[in-house]
Structures are given as structure tokens and as C-alpha cells.
């Protein structure tokens, strides 16, 4: 393993590689796929949490307990793509990195074999880094360590480098706007020698916000939220985290009035390495002393509103238990393209109130499906992401590795 200072570069002889980004609090992690003018070609080339795959590049959350990371193919980016930058800023809004510098190690993504890391030096008032970036050059593939950075968040290296981007009120400028003023420059390396130039803070001012990215997650106060396939919401209301009993429904009904279908709800509880702590489902109806329990099995999906439950008491998990994947199964071996209306839904113990719902709009001939995970985050709250990823299972426990690769 090489242990990289700014501006030093490798070749890369792994065609796929994946960037982890670590420090003692939570980061949020992207990913920019760059043409030769240095800029996005539309709001598609950023990859991040709430947009995690692109041609080539993709995002895998850590949720909380293991780094984010940035994984590039370089064989399959498209023509033109020259670059790939990865950033980091950190969760919580306006917190800078003085104090808790990140870490970028660089791995293999087939083997996982380390190849570099990198630790920026000598950061203050950053809140946003471009850490490293993968570029190609005379035909071959090198990663470079770079740690540039900015004073106005991820949103400034954004924009500088051609994604439009609506920033959540919190973070907007209490005085109006200041005509013809630059972009806010970095607040380090006024000279980027990776870009063979002026810093990005030189560049012209990026165009108006033309649409939201949704790059701020949502949270409870509004009332219910409906989610889509991997959108995230954290599950605090008036500013507290929610750490009171749950209820997980999931339902289903046949399709086009077909056989009734038996279908299996279950979650599987990991721990921060991603390690298998424990499943519980029909044939083990309560785990981790109590703190989540399945209201048993429903072999035929009949009638209206959830099929099967799951309480979740959240205040109650053990602190080795860090993700919780929930996951429907079809043991008599039918396909989820014969199941209509397949849902889960967060609700409420105490009021009944439905807090987040996620409908399932599509179907694959598969037998197992991960509806979604709950992941706690460092500062102890949880969030729901909406999953809709489907698995050739008929059981739970053919779906402990794929959930845990989900995570």
C-alpha cells in the first residue's frame, strides 16, 4: 500500500476501484464524472446518496457505522468522461473538518485489495474536499490525491464544476446575494496543480439553480413521506430523534385476481461490520431481547391493509446493532411478477400514525425482494431507505449476504 501526499499520483492496474472515505463522524460521499472542459455534462454525472449510480460510477452507503465509498469502472465510463472526482463534506450542516481529517483509501473493488491511502494535511475552515480523483492520462488510468478545499460545502464544488444544486434553507446566506461576486474560493491551495490551472473557485459563476438535486434528507416534521427507490428519511421529528416503538407493515395482493400467494416478511439485524447479527421471521418470532418481534405468518395475503408485522421497539436495540434490512420471501417458489401492491410501510406503535410509506412499482421473476433498511446513524438516529432490490430467495437466510452487501 502507497500512503499518498498532495498532488502524487499512481497508475492503476485494476480496471474497477473503489474509494472509502473515512472519518470520526459521518461524511457525505459523491462522486463527479468529468468531460475535458472539467464539467459535468448534466445533473446525471453527480453520484451521491440520493442518486447512486451513473454510467460507471456508483455510491455505496456505509450507513452510519462503516465509510461511504465511490466505486469507478473505469471500462465501462462513457466516452469523453476523462475524470472522476471524489468528495467529502461532512453530515452535519456547517460542521468543517478541522480536527477530523478524512481518510481515502483506494481498493481493488474485485479483490478488495488495498492499493493507497490518502489523509489530507493541515485542514480549518473546509467543509467540503475533493479528496482524490481518477483520471486518465496518455491512455492509462491513475488515481491522484488531491485535497482541495471549500468553504461553502458540497454545494460550492457542485456548481463549480457544473451540477445544479438547491440548497437546503439552513444553509443559505442570511444577506441577499452580492452581484457579479465569484464563487466563494477554497480556502486552501490557491493554485490547483491537478488541474493545471487556476483553482475551481476561478472558473465562471455557475448558472441559476435549474432543479432540486433532493440533496438534503428529509425528515418526519412535514408528516408522512412516500418514498421512492433509495431515497433516504431520517427518522427525527421536531428536531428529536424517533426511538419510540415502530411497526414495519408489508403487504401484497395476488395479481390479476390470481392464486393467493404466501409470502414471508422478515428483517435481518446486522451489526457495524456488516456482520450477521440475527433474523427474525416466522419460524423466530422475536430477537434481540424483545426489541423486534413478528406477528407471525399470513399464508395467503388475503384482505386489506398489512399482510405481516413487524414491531421494532428503537429505543430498545442493542447497541451492537447497527442495520436492519426487511425482506419478503416467496417459499412455495412464486414470482413477485404474479404480486400487485407489494409495500411497506413505517407506522407509529403508539399513535398509529403512518410516518413513511414505499410502494413497489415494479416486479422481477424473482422470489425475494429487500423492501428497505432502517440504519443508525452516529448521532443515534435512524434512517429508512427505500430499497425495491430483488434476490433469487426463497428464504430468509438466502437473503442474509445480499442484504448485507445492501448496506
Known sequence: MTAMTPGSNLPLNAVSVTVDVAAPV?????????????????????????????????????????????????????????????????????????????????????????????????????????????????????????????ANGLAGIATDFGVSVDEEPAAAPAAPPVPPAPPAPPVSHPVSPWLGGPAPAQAAPAAPPAAPLGAGKVNLDKGRVSLQKNQTVSLVKGGRPLLSQVKMGLGWEPAFRGADIDLDASVIAYGPQRNHIDSCYFGKLSILGGAIKHSGDNLTGEGAGDDEVIVVDLGRIPAEATGLVFTVNSFSGQKFTDVAKAYCRLVDAASGEELVRFDLTGAEPQTGVMMAKLIKQFSGEWEMTAMGDFVKSRTVRGMVKPASQAL
Open 26 to 150: 459521518r461524511l457525505d460521499v459523491s462522486g463527479l464524472l468529468l468531460a475535458a472542459d472539467g464539467k459535468v455534462r448534466s445533473d446525471a454525472d453527480f453520484i451521491f446518496y440520493n442518486q447512486p449510480s451513473g454510467p460507471g460510477v456508483s455510491h455505496r452507503s456505509g450507513g452510519g457505522s462503516a465509510p461511504d465509498s465511490i466505486t469507478v469502472d473505469t471500462g465501462a465510463l462513457p466516452p469523453g468522461i476523462e475524470r472522476i472526482v471524489v468528495t467529502a463534506s461532512p453530515d452535519a450542516a456547517g460542521q468543517t473538518f478541522q480536527g477530523i481529517e478524512p481518510t481515502a483509501t483506494v481498493r481493488d473493488a474485485a479483490t478488495g485489495a488495498v492499493i493507497a491511502s490518502f489523509t489530507p494535511p493541515r485542514l480549518g475552515a473546509e467543509t467540503a474536499l475533493v479528496v482524490v480523483e481518477v483520471y486518465q492520462r496518455g491512455g492509462v488510468w491513475k488515481v491522484r490525491a488531491v485535497g482541495q478545499g471549500y
